[in-house]
């Protein structure tokens, strides 16, 4: 179990900026803290071992920690709205619940937690609409109908209160109809409290707690919420939604929040006349479909009003909104690389793991003219992989996971901690507690995977390592190398795009670049095409789109439409990333295969081992000739710390007609894979029978190489693997000289082609 | 219709396990593995690291992620072949009754 955990507030710095680090101690009130670069986070003894060479700054030395927890669940907030509890009035909105079982959860409140007091619109008692009103004095009171509601049905709710005569009606009416179900839920009757006014917030989703958090929670989608003076209908929610009220009911309006309207905000505007807006709170999910839905249209920029839904979700997180613990002022001359903040709390144990490595990148200074001489190569460190798979809990959350590895699930104190934790939020591989897919993943928490010495239940066997510690391998033969190079992240790309690529020559990736927001994408195709050399060193990279919010840092979006690898699927008619309009899920899909970018794409995964390559005849063809100085071998890779080989966890090969260049070399091929490495389900159409590489001749990855027209060229490793086998034998091996070879030339400015 | 396990045409499979627990498996023993990782019950065995690439012990994860992992502190390994081939021998005692004798290597 871990004693300590903690998160940077940025997962890019450039030199002279600050960065805040966020700790939690579990145990203990003091840490000690020391800036570190990370070179290699691989513990594992087959390999070097751990390298963590010590930075001296002025941090260095003992900082004063404290528990810190998180306040997980989504709501929507918004003040300026009166005590409703004076005079008579109603609530009204459709819902599709989505846990009613779950236990009491609040729609609609204005509630003071300190008294508790005020009004309480909730459903409870396995999914019964309900009222709660408390009268500040100890007292509270619920009513309920008189049936439950069903799981994922819309229903047009109406709640209606008179304080004078504490009459309350409840309406739970279903827009879908079965026969035999009894869903529609109603009551009439009384409330003996008298409700005193309540000056707090109005809130959607959750409620105040006695603690200072936000609790009772709902899950599930709402939609149309308003509140009126008087006591109203379905009929008035109806002509309210139509624009066809008369001036009555119109003039009734107390606040009406239309989720349609600025989707890409996580504002929740009020289109009634005294602009109520409240906030989204913890990201729940928009550009949902509404009650409304036809189907007619299934892009929401283009029929808003069918996508007024907003999903809340019980275990939804953005911001942790931890205190920050220590702060770092990047020293001017500091290297650009791989560093983290080592923090530690005491003696580990086999219970207990007592420090934390809490990683960022240096990246170069933001203003080109500080930027003085730069190295001709930058690395591209894959930080919005990182964060889509931030907490990745499959191991925990499905079932299903021990077949696909071929092995039993190993968990760390990491995981464990995961596990008793699911407030961290989960990946975007994860499902909330509802079974709807995680689309929105943010830095701004814990990311426990993202860490040296963190070991995968999904890296392979071995050393067991999995996206960002896997890279670490790469940094440590760059460091054992020599390479002078500089870092930057996605993030910085993003916002940067082609201008922040243009002055260097060799951009070298992670073992894993898999998600690339379109500015992403279109930056480093800019720089391939005028001239840039692209070393990619993994697999699975450019596959699927993910956008960033326009005003929220630090979160990225993905919708899992219609195609590829998904350990969740979109709804059909939410395939539109909500942060921006685009049309979401996989390049391929968009029309932008990985193929178009690298050369080579995705083609089959497989967990169990990871195997080698074998020469192919372009690889005597005399344009490679440097890639194979001084490696005659006919087997590569056949070694490694992932998995065995350089050849597993997910390959890409080249595939023609998807859009890659057709003067691409396939220099050797791997082989020798299981049954359990097998083909991705973008590559049929027809489900074959021979899916396992040891029976179907497409699962393989390929070691390739092309030019492009400007004078620059691609190498692919197409494997994740292919790193984990840079160190083997002293760093000295034909995977390691390959790599060099190609490095080496690509530093040379004589132009290919 | 899902396979069921027979012991008569499946032990030999016991054997090729053995020799490799983890890696490439012959169709049969992979059909035999896919069948013994599945619980219905919604729990799942997992192998709890207590000190990385030294030690492991076996861990039971209930179905209710609410309840905790029941651990077995009691038996430590030091090989994760050695775990995969307790789980392996305890699944298949469960399956077909029988009992494996025969430890991991000779």
């Not at chain 1, 940025?10 to 805040?20: K, L, T």
């Not at chain 1, 680090?21 to 203990?28: D, V």
């Not at chain 1, 209160?161 to 009894?182: H, K, M």
């Not at chain 1, 000295?732 to 080496?744: A, G, K, P």
Request: charge should be negative.
């Amino acid at each position: 179990m871990l004693k300590i955990v903690g998160y940077p507030d940025r997962y890019s710095v450039a030199p002279g900026e600050d960065i805040a680090f966020k700790i939690s101690l579990e145990e203990g009130e003091q840490f000690e803290a020391r800036l570190v670069r990370v070179v290699n986070g691989d513990c594992n003894p087959a390999g070097p071992g751990l390298k963590f060479p010590h930075v001296p700054t002025k941090i260095d030395g003992t900082h004063a920690g404290k528990p810190q927890r998180i306040d997980a669940g989504s709501y929507m907030i918004a003040d300026g709205v009166p005590a409703i509890s004076a005079h008579p009035f109603t609530f009204l909105a459709f819902v599709w619940p989505t846990l009613p079982t779950r236990g009491e959860q609040v729609i609609a409140a204005k509630w003071d937690a300190a008294t508790n007091a005020g009004i309480s619109v909730g459903i409870g008692d396995e999914g019964r609409l309900s009222l709660t009103v408390g009268d500040g004095a100890g007292g509270t009171e619920t009513v309920r109908v008189d049936h439950p509601m069903l799981e994922r049905q819309w229903y047009q709710l109406a709640v209606t209160f008179d304080p004078a005569s504490g009459a309350v009606t409840l309406d739970q009416r279903p827009l879908a109809a079965y026969a035999v179900i009894r869903d529609h839920g109603q009551f009439r009757g009384r409330v003996r409290l008298s409700v005193p006014a309540v000056k707090s917030p109005f809130y959607l989703a959750g409620r105040p707690e006695a603690d200072g958090t936000v609790g009772h929670h709902f899950d599930g989608k709402i939609d149309g919420p308003m509140l009126l003076t008087g006591l109203r209908s379905h009929a008035d929610h109806d002509a309210l939604l139509a624009g066809v009220a008369p001036r009555d009911l119109r003039t009734a309006v107390i606040a009406h929040w239309d989720f349609s309207r600025e989707i890409e905000s996580v504002r929740a505007i009020d289109v009634g006349p005294f602009g109520r807006h409240g906030r989204l709170m913890q990201m729940p999910a928009r550009g949902m479909k509404g009650h409304n839905w036809t189907g007619e249209e299934h892009a929401w920029p283009r029929k808003p009003e069918h996508y007024g839904a907003v999903h809340f979700h019980h275990d939804d997180i953005y911001d942790a909104q931890w205190e920050t613990s220590v702060t770092l002022t990047i020293p001017e001359d500091l290297k650009s690389g791989a560093y983290a903040l080592h923090a530690r709390a005491g003696d580990s144990d086999e219970t207990a793991t007592r420090e934390t490595y809490i990683p960022f990148f240096v990246r170069p200074p933001r203003d080109k003219a500080k930027r003085g001489k730069r190295p001709s190569v930058v690395v591209l460190a894959p930080t919005m992989s990182y964060l889509s798979y931030c907490n990745h809990a499959e191991h925990i959350t499905a079932r299903g996971a021990e077949r696909q590895m071929g092995r039993l699930l190993t968990f760390g104190h990491a995981d464990l901690y995961m596990y008793d934790h699911p407030e961290l939020g989960g990946s975007q591989y994860d499902t909330h507690a509802d079974g709807s897919g995680v689309c929105y993943s943010s830095r701004l928490r814990p990311n426990l995977n993202f860490s040296p010495r963190y070991h995968s239940w999904l890296g392979g066997p071995g050393s067991a390592l999995y996206q960002y510690n896997a890279d670490t391998h790469l940094f440590d033969w760059l460091d054992h190398k020599g390479v002078d190079y500089d870092l930057i992240t996605d993030e910085d790309l993003h916002e940067e795009g082609y201008d922040l690529l243009a002055d260097y020559r060799v951009v070298i990736t992670g073992t894993h670049p898999e998600y690339h927001s379109t500015a992403m994408w279109d930056g480093m195709k800019a720089w391939i095409d005028r001239g840039g050399r692209l070393m990619y060193m993994g697999g699975n990279g450019w596959y699927w789109r993910i956008g960033f919010h326009k005003t929220e840092p630090g979160v990225i979006e993905v919708r899992r439409a219609e195609d590829g690898i998904r350990t969740w699927a979109a709804e059909p008619g939410e395939y539109y990333q909500s942060f921006n309009g685009e049309f979401g899920g996989l390049w391929r899909r968009i029309g932008r295969a990985p193929n178009v970018m690298a050369g080579v794409g995705f083609i089959a995964q497989g967990f169990d081992i990871s195997t080698y390559y074998r020469r192919a005849p372009d690889a005597d063809n005399p344009r490679a000739a440097f890639i194979f100085k001084d490696v005659p071998d006919e087997i590569i890779g056949d070694f490694g710390l992932v998995g065995g080989g350089a050849a597993g966890i997910e390959l890409d090969c080249i595939t023609p007609n998807l859009g890659g260049p057709p003067n691409m070399l396939r220099l050797a091929s791997s082989d020798g894979h299981s049954g359990m490495m097998m083909l991705v389900n973008e590559e049929f159409g027809v489900v074959p029978p021979n899916l396992g590489g040891d029976q179907n001749e497409r699962v393989h990855a390929d070691l390739a190489f092309g030019e492009t027209p400007s004078g620059g060229a691609i190498f692919a490793t197409s494997s994740i693997a292919w790193c984990g086998s840079l160190l083997h034998n002293d760093y000295d091996n034909n995977v390691s000289r390959i790599t060099w070879n190609v490095l080496e030339r690509f530093l040379d400015e004589t132009p290919f082609a | 219709m899902v396979y069921k396990i027979d012991p008569e045409i499946d032990r030999h499979y016991i054997e090729e396990f053995r020799q490799k627990p983890i890696g490439a498996h012959s169709p049969g023993l992979q059909r035999l593995l896919n069948l013994m990782r599945h619980d219905p019950s919604g729990r799942q065995v997992v192998l709890i690291c207590r000190r990385p690439f030294e030690e492991w012990v076996l861990g039971m994860m209930p179905a209710d992620r609410r309840e905790p992992i029941a651990v077995e502190e009691n038996l430590v390994f030091t090989d994760i072949e050695e775990a995969e081939w307790e789980v392996f021998r305890r699944r298949w005692r469960l399956l077909t009754g029988e009992s494996i004798n025969r430890p991991l290597r000779d």
